[in-house]
Nanobody, 126 residues
Framework: QVQLVESGGRLVQAGGSLRLSCAAS????????MGWFRQAPGKEREIVAS????????YYADSVKGRFTISRDSNKNTLYLQMNSLKPEDTAVYYC???????????????????WGQGTQVTVSS
């Protein structure tokens, strides 16, 4: 089992940057495929980016491709989301999620993830 705690969300102006972090408990962080999701008010929770064990060939939603970068540091048991060129439509609560251990590759469905953090609020002002 793994516990996830997000941080880094805040109010930022359009065009600005933020880096979200997700600290994971446990000694086997490297064996979890991970993802970032977001949920805006009145909308469904959607995938933003996901990354497998190796960190190679991450997945990005079209809406963030070229602006966001997902990465992981297994030495620090931490998942990151670097967000650049932020837009007001990026405003949402951002959640970190993990698949069951043993699943190597990325996944895009909410149901593929079993462990979730509490979320961190990102607000982008115009």
């Amino acid at each position: 089992q793994v516990q996830l705690v997000e941080s880094g969300g805040r109010l930022v102006q359009a065009g600005g940057s933020l880096r979200l972090s997700c600290a994971a408990s446990g000694r086997t962080f490297s064996r979890y495929a991970m993802g970032w999701f977001r949920q805006a008010p009145g909308k469904e929770r959607e995938i933003v980016a996901s990354i497998g064990w190796s960190g190679e060939m991450p997945y990005y939603a079209d809406s963030v491709k070229g602006r966001f970068t997902i990465s992981r540091d297994s030495n620090k048991n931490t998942l990151y989301l670097q967000m650049n060129s932020l837009k007001p439509e990026d405003t949402a609560v951002y959640y970190c999620a993990a698949r069951n251990p043993g699943y190597i590759s990325t996944a895009q469905r909410r149901s593929d993830y079993v462990y979730w953090g509490q979320g961190t609020q990102v607000t982008v002002s115009s």
